[in-house]
Protein backbone atom coordinates (compact mmCIF):
# COMPACT_ATOMS: atom_id res chain seq x y z
CA UNK A 1 0.00 0.00 0.00
CA UNK A 2 1.58 3.39 -0.91
CA UNK A 3 1.84 6.03 1.83
CA UNK A 4 1.30 9.32 1.63
CA UNK A 5 1.41 12.66 3.83
CA UNK A 6 -1.81 14.29 2.73
CA UNK A 7 -4.22 13.05 0.21
CA UNK A 8 -7.02 15.30 -1.21
CA UNK A 9 -9.77 13.89 -2.23
CA UNK A 10 -11.80 15.95 -5.53
CA UNK A 11 -9.30 18.23 -7.59
CA UNK A 12 -11.76 21.38 -8.32
CA UNK A 13 -10.33 24.45 -7.04
CA UNK A 14 -9.92 23.80 -3.42
CA UNK A 15 -8.67 20.38 -3.99
CA UNK A 16 -5.95 20.93 -6.77
CA UNK A 17 -5.04 24.52 -5.26
CA UNK A 18 -4.42 22.30 -1.74
CA UNK A 19 -2.57 19.65 -3.21
CA UNK A 20 -0.11 22.01 -4.91
CA UNK A 21 0.14 24.06 -2.00
CA UNK A 22 1.05 20.52 0.39
CA UNK A 23 3.53 19.79 -2.81
CA UNK A 24 5.50 22.92 -2.86
CA UNK A 25 5.86 23.02 1.37
CA UNK A 26 7.37 19.49 0.58
CA UNK A 27 4.37 16.73 1.51
CA UNK A 28 4.24 13.70 -0.54
CA UNK A 29 0.91 14.49 -2.13
CA UNK A 30 -1.84 12.18 -3.97
CA UNK A 31 -5.09 13.47 -5.31
CA UNK A 32 -8.36 11.71 -5.92
CA UNK A 33 -11.03 12.89 -8.86
CA UNK A 34 -13.91 10.47 -9.30
CA UNK A 35 -14.20 12.22 -13.31
CA UNK A 36 -11.91 11.58 -16.24
CA UNK A 37 -10.52 14.73 -15.93
CA UNK A 38 -9.44 17.35 -13.30
CA UNK A 39 -11.12 20.51 -11.83
CA UNK A 40 -14.02 19.77 -10.86
CA UNK A 41 -17.62 21.48 -11.15
CA UNK A 42 -15.83 24.84 -11.21
CA UNK A 43 -13.55 23.29 -15.02
CA UNK A 44 -15.38 21.52 -16.08
CA UNK A 45 -19.65 22.23 -15.58
CA UNK A 46 -19.49 25.59 -13.73
CA UNK A 47 -17.62 28.78 -13.67
CA UNK A 48 -14.86 28.11 -16.82
CA UNK A 49 -17.21 26.69 -19.45
CA UNK A 50 -20.21 29.31 -17.99
CA UNK A 51 -18.12 32.24 -18.62
CA UNK A 52 -16.48 31.08 -21.90
CA UNK A 53 -20.83 31.18 -23.02
CA UNK A 54 -21.41 34.45 -21.25
CA UNK A 55 -18.59 36.13 -23.31
CA UNK A 56 -19.37 34.48 -26.51
CA UNK A 57 -23.39 35.60 -26.27
CA UNK A 58 -22.44 38.68 -25.25
CA UNK A 59 -20.25 39.29 -28.40
CA UNK A 60 -22.93 38.46 -30.50
CA UNK A 61 -25.71 40.69 -28.32
CA UNK A 62 -23.14 43.69 -29.03
CA UNK A 63 -22.99 42.73 -33.17
CA UNK A 64 -26.87 42.58 -32.77
CA UNK A 65 -27.72 45.86 -31.02
CA UNK A 66 -24.49 48.07 -30.28
CA UNK A 67 -22.54 47.85 -33.02
CA UNK A 68 -24.22 50.55 -35.43
CA UNK A 69 -23.76 52.94 -33.01
CA UNK A 70 -20.41 52.75 -32.63
CA UNK A 71 -20.14 52.67 -36.64
CA UNK A 72 -19.56 49.08 -37.38
CA UNK A 73 -22.33 47.60 -39.89
CA UNK A 74 -22.35 43.71 -39.53
CA UNK A 75 -24.54 41.40 -42.75
CA UNK A 76 -25.88 38.57 -41.83
CA UNK A 77 -25.50 37.74 -38.19
CA UNK A 78 -26.47 34.77 -36.96
CA UNK A 79 -25.92 32.23 -34.06
CA UNK A 80 -23.96 29.19 -34.64
CA UNK A 81 -24.54 27.34 -31.39
CA UNK A 82 -22.80 24.48 -32.11
CA UNK A 83 -19.42 26.56 -32.78
CA UNK A 84 -20.26 28.38 -29.52
CA UNK A 85 -20.45 25.25 -27.81
CA UNK A 86 -17.31 23.39 -29.18
CA UNK A 87 -15.74 26.47 -28.36
CA UNK A 88 -16.89 26.49 -24.89
CA UNK A 89 -15.53 22.61 -24.37
CA UNK A 90 -12.14 23.65 -25.96
CA UNK A 91 -11.48 26.31 -23.41
CA UNK A 92 -12.41 24.01 -20.72
CA UNK A 93 -10.03 21.07 -21.98
CA UNK A 94 -7.66 23.35 -22.32
CA UNK A 95 -8.08 24.65 -18.72
CA UNK A 96 -8.30 21.05 -17.28
CA UNK A 97 -5.45 19.81 -19.22
CA UNK A 98 -3.12 23.06 -17.14
CA UNK A 99 -4.41 21.58 -14.41
CA UNK A 100 -2.83 18.12 -15.50
CA UNK A 101 0.52 19.75 -16.28
CA UNK A 102 0.29 21.05 -12.42
CA UNK A 103 0.20 17.87 -11.11
CA UNK A 104 3.07 16.34 -12.91
CA UNK A 105 5.25 19.90 -12.09
CA UNK A 106 4.60 19.75 -8.39
CA UNK A 107 5.17 15.96 -8.59
CA UNK A 108 1.80 15.07 -7.17
CA UNK A 109 -0.01 11.40 -7.67
CA UNK A 110 -4.12 11.36 -9.23
CA UNK A 111 -6.06 8.93 -8.90
CA UNK A 112 -8.83 8.38 -11.22
CA UNK A 113 -12.03 6.85 -9.49
CA UNK A 114 -14.17 7.52 -6.22
CA UNK A 115 -12.34 7.91 -2.95
CA UNK A 116 -14.19 6.99 0.28
CA UNK A 117 -12.51 6.44 3.65
CA UNK A 118 -12.10 2.78 4.95
CA UNK A 119 -10.55 4.23 7.62
CA UNK A 120 -8.90 7.12 9.57
CA UNK A 121 -5.63 6.73 7.70
CA UNK A 122 -6.59 4.37 4.83
CA UNK A 123 -8.67 5.82 1.54
CA UNK A 124 -9.72 3.35 -1.48
CA UNK A 125 -10.01 4.43 -4.95
CA UNK A 126 -12.74 2.71 -6.68
CA UNK A 127 -12.34 2.87 -10.53
CA UNK A 128 -14.05 3.24 -13.87
CA UNK A 129 -13.57 -0.39 -14.67
CA UNK A 130 -14.59 -2.13 -11.03
CA UNK A 131 -11.20 -2.37 -9.83
CA UNK A 132 -10.14 -1.19 -6.60
CA UNK A 133 -7.25 0.51 -4.71
CA UNK A 134 -6.28 1.72 -1.29
CA UNK A 135 -3.32 3.92 -0.23
CA UNK A 136 -2.28 5.30 3.07
CA UNK A 137 -2.19 8.82 4.11
CA UNK A 138 -1.30 10.37 7.10
CA UNK A 139 -3.55 13.64 6.90
CA UNK A 140 -6.54 13.90 4.34
CA UNK A 141 -8.37 16.99 3.12
CA UNK A 142 -12.48 16.29 1.76
CA UNK A 143 -12.64 18.47 -1.06
CA UNK A 144 -15.21 17.36 -3.32
CA UNK A 145 -17.70 20.15 -3.59
CA UNK A 146 -21.20 20.38 -4.34
CA UNK A 147 -24.04 19.34 -6.85
CA UNK A 148 -27.09 21.00 -8.01
CA UNK A 149 -30.17 21.23 -5.55
CA UNK A 150 -33.52 21.00 -6.37
CA UNK A 151 -37.19 21.00 -5.09
CA UNK A 152 -39.45 18.39 -3.65
CA UNK A 153 -41.67 16.94 -6.42
CA UNK A 154 -39.43 18.10 -9.44
CA UNK A 155 -38.38 15.36 -11.56
CA UNK A 156 -35.02 16.78 -13.43
CA UNK A 157 -35.17 14.31 -16.78
CA UNK A 158 -31.68 16.46 -17.81
CA UNK A 159 -33.93 16.83 -21.12
CA UNK A 160 -36.62 19.33 -20.73
CA UNK A 161 -36.47 20.08 -17.26
CA UNK A 162 -32.40 20.48 -16.62
CA UNK A 163 -29.86 22.12 -14.53
CA UNK A 164 -26.59 24.29 -15.12
CA UNK A 165 -25.04 20.89 -16.36
CA UNK A 166 -27.03 20.32 -19.34
CA UNK A 167 -27.38 24.30 -19.82
CA UNK A 168 -24.36 24.80 -20.79
CA UNK A 169 -24.90 21.34 -23.72
CA UNK A 170 -27.96 22.95 -25.09
CA UNK A 171 -28.41 21.95 -28.80
CA UNK A 172 -30.66 24.93 -29.83
CA UNK A 173 -31.93 27.92 -28.44
CA UNK A 174 -34.73 27.80 -26.26
CA UNK A 175 -38.03 29.51 -27.57
CA UNK A 176 -38.68 30.40 -23.74
CA UNK A 177 -36.47 29.45 -20.69
CA UNK A 178 -38.02 29.37 -17.57
CA UNK A 179 -35.58 29.94 -14.30
CA UNK A 180 -36.24 28.67 -11.25
CA UNK A 181 -34.37 30.69 -8.91
CA UNK A 182 -33.40 34.52 -9.17
CA UNK A 183 -29.77 33.50 -7.93
CA UNK A 184 -26.44 34.25 -9.09
CA UNK A 185 -26.15 30.49 -11.42
CA UNK A 186 -29.87 31.05 -12.92
CA UNK A 187 -29.37 34.81 -13.70
CA UNK A 188 -25.83 33.70 -15.82
CA UNK A 189 -27.21 30.77 -17.79
CA UNK A 190 -30.54 32.73 -18.24
CA UNK A 191 -28.70 35.68 -19.78
CA UNK A 192 -26.31 33.47 -21.99
CA UNK A 193 -30.01 32.70 -23.49
CA UNK A 194 -31.59 36.22 -23.28
CA UNK A 195 -28.56 37.41 -25.50
CA UNK A 196 -29.32 34.81 -27.92
CA UNK A 197 -32.73 35.56 -28.40
CA UNK A 198 -34.64 33.43 -26.30
CA UNK A 199 -37.59 34.16 -24.22
CA UNK A 200 -36.56 34.00 -20.04
CA UNK A 201 -38.72 33.85 -17.01
CA UNK A 202 -37.03 33.81 -13.93
CA UNK A 203 -39.92 32.09 -10.75
CA UNK A 204 -37.94 33.17 -7.14
CA UNK A 205 -39.71 32.59 -3.71
CA UNK A 206 -37.99 35.60 -1.87
CA UNK A 207 -38.88 39.17 -3.25
CA UNK A 208 -35.58 39.87 -5.00
CA UNK A 209 -32.85 38.72 -6.95
CA UNK A 210 -29.28 37.49 -5.88
CA UNK A 211 -30.83 37.86 -2.29
CA UNK A 212 -27.36 37.35 -0.39
CA UNK A 213 -26.19 40.73 -1.65
CA UNK A 214 -27.10 44.15 -0.72
CA UNK A 215 -30.61 45.02 -2.04
CA UNK A 216 -29.87 47.85 -3.99
CA UNK A 217 -27.90 45.36 -6.76
CA UNK A 218 -30.76 42.82 -7.00
CA UNK A 219 -33.29 46.03 -7.64
CA UNK A 220 -30.50 47.71 -10.31
CA UNK A 221 -29.81 44.27 -12.39
CA UNK A 222 -33.90 43.20 -12.14
CA UNK A 223 -34.50 46.30 -13.75
CA UNK A 224 -31.08 45.95 -16.11
CA UNK A 225 -32.44 42.24 -17.25
CA UNK A 226 -35.74 43.60 -17.79
CA UNK A 227 -34.51 46.68 -19.81
CA UNK A 228 -31.92 45.19 -21.87
CA UNK A 229 -32.77 41.13 -22.50
CA UNK A 230 -36.66 41.33 -21.85
CA UNK A 231 -36.51 39.37 -18.88
CA UNK A 232 -39.86 38.51 -17.00
CA UNK A 233 -39.62 38.06 -13.02
CA UNK A 234 -41.98 36.32 -10.72
CA UNK A 235 -40.94 37.36 -7.24
CA UNK A 236 -42.54 35.89 -4.65
CA UNK A 237 -43.96 33.08 -6.02
CA UNK A 238 -43.55 29.57 -4.85
CA UNK A 239 -43.32 27.05 -7.55
CA UNK A 240 -45.61 24.49 -6.90
CA UNK A 241 -45.01 21.88 -9.94
CA UNK A 242 -43.21 21.44 -12.66
CA UNK A 243 -44.25 18.34 -15.53
CA UNK A 244 -42.53 17.79 -18.61
CA UNK A 245 -44.35 16.35 -21.94
CA UNK A 246 -42.90 15.89 -25.18
CA UNK A 247 -41.04 19.34 -26.26
CA UNK A 248 -43.54 21.25 -23.71
CA UNK A 249 -42.67 22.15 -19.53
CA UNK A 250 -45.70 23.54 -17.41
CA UNK A 251 -44.45 25.20 -14.59
CA UNK A 252 -46.82 26.34 -12.19
CA UNK A 253 -46.85 28.56 -8.95
CA UNK A 254 -48.81 30.58 -6.58
CA UNK A 255 -48.25 33.88 -5.77
CA UNK A 256 -48.14 35.77 -2.44
CA UNK A 257 -52.02 35.82 -2.16
CA UNK A 258 -52.12 32.27 -3.31
CA UNK A 259 -53.15 33.00 -6.76
CA UNK A 260 -51.73 30.46 -9.29
CA UNK A 261 -49.92 31.10 -12.23
CA UNK A 262 -49.08 28.73 -14.90
CA UNK A 263 -45.84 29.13 -17.33
CA UNK A 264 -45.14 27.16 -20.85
CA UNK A 265 -41.54 26.74 -21.73
CA UNK A 266 -39.86 24.32 -23.92
CA UNK A 267 -36.95 24.31 -21.15
CA UNK A 268 -36.87 24.36 -17.05
CA UNK A 269 -33.83 25.45 -15.83
CA UNK A 270 -33.98 24.48 -11.84
CA UNK A 271 -31.21 26.68 -10.51
CA UNK A 272 -32.13 26.66 -6.63
CA UNK A 273 -28.66 26.41 -5.25
CA UNK A 274 -26.24 23.42 -4.26
CA UNK A 275 -25.71 20.81 -1.73
CA UNK A 276 -22.28 19.77 -0.26
CA UNK A 277 -21.20 15.99 -2.11
CA UNK A 278 -20.59 14.06 0.82
CA UNK A 279 -22.77 11.25 -0.18
CA UNK A 280 -20.21 7.14 -0.16
CA UNK A 281 -17.18 8.89 1.08
CA UNK A 282 -17.34 6.23 4.14
CA UNK A 283 -17.03 9.11 6.38
CA UNK A 284 -18.59 7.18 8.89
CA UNK A 285 -15.84 4.68 8.67
CA UNK A 286 -13.56 7.72 9.08
CA UNK A 287 -15.97 9.36 12.18
CA UNK A 288 -15.96 12.35 10.26
CA UNK A 289 -19.55 14.43 11.58
CA UNK A 290 -21.76 16.04 9.22
CA UNK A 291 -24.47 18.16 10.06
CA UNK A 292 -28.25 17.64 9.20
CA UNK A 293 -27.66 19.21 5.37
CA UNK A 294 -25.01 17.13 4.42
CA UNK A 295 -22.00 19.62 5.43
CA UNK A 296 -18.79 18.16 6.69
CA UNK A 297 -18.66 19.94 10.66
CA UNK A 298 -15.11 21.47 10.90
CA UNK A 299 -13.68 23.87 13.81
CA UNK A 300 -11.72 27.50 13.12
CA UNK A 301 -8.61 25.40 11.47
CA UNK A 302 -11.25 23.55 9.45
CA UNK A 303 -9.96 19.89 10.73
CA UNK A 304 -13.09 17.42 11.09
CA UNK A 305 -14.12 16.37 14.81
CA UNK A 306 -11.19 13.31 13.58
CA UNK A 307 -7.67 14.61 13.80
CA UNK A 308 -6.03 14.88 10.86
CA UNK A 309 -9.10 14.85 8.15
CA UNK A 310 -9.44 18.51 7.18
CA UNK A 311 -12.63 19.69 5.15
CA UNK A 312 -12.66 22.61 2.71
CA UNK A 313 -15.11 24.47 -0.06
CA UNK A 314 -18.44 24.16 -1.10
CA UNK A 315 -18.57 20.44 1.78
CA UNK A 316 -17.93 22.89 4.72
CA UNK A 317 -20.05 26.18 5.81
CA UNK A 318 -20.13 29.62 4.31
CA UNK A 319 -20.03 30.07 0.44
CA UNK A 320 -20.39 28.20 -2.38
CA UNK A 321 -17.76 29.77 -4.10
CA UNK A 322 -14.20 28.83 -6.04
CA UNK A 323 -12.09 31.45 -4.77
CA UNK A 324 -13.45 31.03 -1.26
CA UNK A 325 -12.43 27.08 -1.71
CA UNK A 326 -9.01 28.12 -2.90
CA UNK A 327 -8.26 30.15 0.00
CA UNK A 328 -9.34 27.41 2.34
CA UNK A 329 -6.86 24.82 0.69
CA UNK A 330 -4.02 27.09 1.05
CA UNK A 331 -4.95 27.88 5.16
CA UNK A 332 -5.42 24.00 5.42
CA UNK A 333 -1.76 23.35 3.51
CA UNK A 334 -0.29 25.93 5.50
CA UNK A 335 -1.72 25.02 8.27
CA UNK A 336 -0.26 21.32 8.59
CA UNK A 337 3.14 22.89 7.73
CA UNK A 338 3.28 24.44 11.35
CA UNK A 339 2.88 27.93 9.65
CA UNK A 340 -0.18 30.55 10.95
CA UNK A 341 -2.28 31.78 8.04
CA UNK A 342 -5.27 33.50 7.76
CA UNK A 343 -8.72 33.59 6.27
CA UNK A 344 -11.05 37.05 6.66
CA UNK A 345 -14.16 35.45 5.25
CA UNK A 346 -15.97 38.81 5.59
CA UNK A 347 -13.57 39.56 2.50
CA UNK A 348 -14.29 36.96 0.08
CA UNK A 349 -15.80 38.90 -2.54
CA UNK A 350 -19.03 37.70 -4.13
CA UNK A 351 -19.56 38.30 -7.99
CA UNK A 352 -22.33 37.25 -10.81
CA UNK A 353 -21.07 37.47 -14.09
CA UNK A 354 -24.02 39.04 -15.87
CA UNK A 355 -23.95 42.16 -18.22
CA UNK A 356 -23.82 44.44 -15.72
CA UNK A 357 -21.42 42.54 -13.50
CA UNK A 358 -22.36 42.86 -9.75
CA UNK A 359 -19.86 42.51 -7.53
CA UNK A 360 -19.64 42.90 -3.62
CA UNK A 361 -17.63 42.79 -0.61
CA UNK A 362 -17.83 43.09 3.21
CA UNK A 363 -20.85 44.26 5.00
CA UNK A 364 -24.79 44.84 3.18
CA UNK A 365 -26.83 47.56 4.08
CA UNK A 366 -29.29 45.17 5.51
CA UNK A 367 -26.79 43.60 7.97
CA UNK A 368 -25.62 46.84 8.83
CA UNK A 369 -28.96 47.83 10.26
CA UNK A 370 -29.29 44.85 11.55
CA UNK A 371 -26.19 45.24 13.96
CA UNK A 372 -27.38 48.68 15.06
CA UNK A 373 -23.93 49.87 13.53
CA UNK A 374 -23.66 53.42 12.36
CA UNK A 375 -23.25 54.24 8.89
CA UNK A 376 -22.61 56.38 6.15
CA UNK A 377 -23.23 55.69 2.17
CA UNK A 378 -21.13 57.00 -0.31
CA UNK A 379 -22.50 56.11 -4.11
CA UNK A 380 -21.41 57.11 -7.81
CA UNK A 381 -23.46 56.13 -10.95
CA UNK A 382 -22.14 54.78 -14.27
CA UNK A 383 -24.18 57.17 -16.20
CA UNK A 384 -21.21 60.17 -14.94
CA UNK A 385 -18.77 58.17 -15.78
CA UNK A 386 -16.83 59.61 -19.13
CA UNK A 387 -15.06 55.67 -19.62
CA UNK A 388 -18.83 54.03 -19.00
CA UNK A 389 -20.23 56.48 -21.80
CA UNK A 390 -17.18 55.77 -23.80
CA UNK A 391 -17.83 52.16 -23.96
CA UNK A 392 -21.66 52.41 -23.77
CA UNK A 393 -22.25 50.63 -20.52
CA UNK A 394 -23.37 53.57 -17.89
CA UNK A 395 -25.67 51.19 -16.01
CA UNK A 396 -25.20 50.22 -12.75
CA UNK A 397 -23.49 52.47 -9.37
CA UNK A 398 -20.91 52.12 -6.79
CA UNK A 399 -21.83 52.14 -3.03
CA UNK A 400 -19.53 52.74 -0.14
CA UNK A 401 -20.17 52.19 3.04
CA UNK A 402 -18.03 53.42 6.05
CA UNK A 403 -18.08 53.28 9.49
CA UNK A 404 -19.61 57.05 10.94
CA UNK A 405 -16.82 57.72 13.21
CA UNK A 406 -13.64 55.99 12.12
CA UNK A 407 -14.05 56.00 8.37
CA UNK A 408 -13.51 52.36 8.04
CA UNK A 409 -14.97 50.76 4.46
CA UNK A 410 -17.56 48.07 6.00
CA UNK A 411 -18.89 47.57 2.68
CA UNK A 412 -18.40 48.20 -1.22
CA UNK A 413 -21.26 47.04 -3.36
CA UNK A 414 -21.39 47.40 -7.16
CA UNK A 415 -23.18 47.15 -10.37
CA UNK A 416 -21.42 48.21 -13.43
CA UNK A 417 -18.78 47.23 -16.37
CA UNK A 418 -15.95 45.04 -15.35
CA UNK A 419 -16.90 44.80 -11.62
CA UNK A 420 -15.83 41.47 -11.23
CA UNK A 421 -12.18 43.05 -11.76
CA UNK A 422 -12.65 46.29 -10.11
CA UNK A 423 -14.10 44.85 -6.64
CA UNK A 424 -10.43 43.60 -6.00
CA UNK A 425 -9.14 46.99 -4.76
CA UNK A 426 -11.98 47.02 -2.49
CA UNK A 427 -10.83 43.89 -0.85
CA UNK A 428 -6.87 44.86 -0.64
CA UNK A 429 -7.93 48.13 0.74
CA UNK A 430 -10.83 46.41 2.95
CA UNK A 431 -8.13 44.04 4.14
CA UNK A 432 -5.49 46.88 4.77
CA UNK A 433 -8.53 48.38 6.85
CA UNK A 434 -8.13 51.25 4.83
CA UNK A 435 -10.98 54.45 5.36
CA UNK A 436 -12.72 55.59 2.64
CA UNK A 437 -10.54 59.22 2.78
CA UNK A 438 -7.93 56.88 2.01
CA UNK A 439 -9.05 55.73 -1.32
CA UNK A 440 -10.71 58.55 -1.97
CA UNK A 441 -7.19 60.64 -1.57
CA UNK A 442 -5.47 57.68 -4.19
CA UNK A 443 -4.81 58.94 -7.89
CA UNK A 444 -7.03 56.40 -9.94
CA UNK A 445 -6.19 56.94 -13.88
CA UNK A 446 -8.62 58.85 -15.96
CA UNK A 447 -10.75 57.54 -18.24
CA UNK A 448 -11.35 54.41 -16.18
CA UNK A 449 -14.10 52.63 -14.54
CA UNK A 450 -12.02 52.63 -11.23
CA UNK A 451 -12.61 56.25 -10.53
CA UNK A 452 -16.25 55.35 -9.75
CA UNK A 453 -14.80 53.77 -6.93
CA UNK A 454 -12.77 56.95 -6.02
CA UNK A 455 -15.73 58.63 -6.51
CA UNK A 456 -17.74 56.91 -4.37
CA UNK A 457 -15.44 57.26 -1.54
CA UNK A 458 -15.18 60.97 -1.96
CA UNK A 459 -19.02 61.21 -1.86
CA UNK A 460 -18.75 59.06 1.59
CA UNK A 461 -16.15 61.41 3.18
CA UNK A 462 -18.47 64.29 3.30
CA UNK A 463 -20.52 64.33 -0.33
CA UNK A 464 -16.86 65.51 -2.61
CA UNK A 465 -17.93 63.97 -5.57
CA UNK A 466 -16.06 65.71 -8.05
CA UNK A 467 -18.35 64.76 -11.53
CA UNK A 468 -21.60 64.37 -9.56
Known amino acids: ?62 AAHNFTTHGIEVKGLKVNLEQMIARKRDVVKITCDGINFLMKKNKITVFNGHGSFVNKNTVEITKADGSKEQIESAKTIIATGSKPSSLPGIEIDKKRVITSTEALELQEIPKHLVVIGGGVIGLELGSVYARLGAKVSVVEFMDGIIGTMDKGLGKELQRVLKKELGFEFYLKHKVTGVSAKKNEVTVTAENSKGEKVELKSDYCLV ?15 AGVKTDNRGKVETDDHLQTNVPGIYAIGDV ?13 GVFVAELMAGQKPHINYNLVPGVVYTWPEVASVGLTEEQLKEQ ?88 ATGKRSIHM
Do not use: W
Open 1 to 62: MEKFDVTVIGSGPGGYVAAIRCAQLGMKTAIIERYPSLGGTCLNVGCIPSKALLDSSEHYFN
Open 271 to 285: AVGRKPYTDNLGLDK
Open 316 to 328: VKGAMLAHKAEEE
Open 372 to 459: NKKYKTGSFSFKASGRARASMDTDGFIKVLADTDTDEVLGVHMIGPRAADMIAEAVIAMEYRASAEDIARTCHAHPSFTESFKEACLD
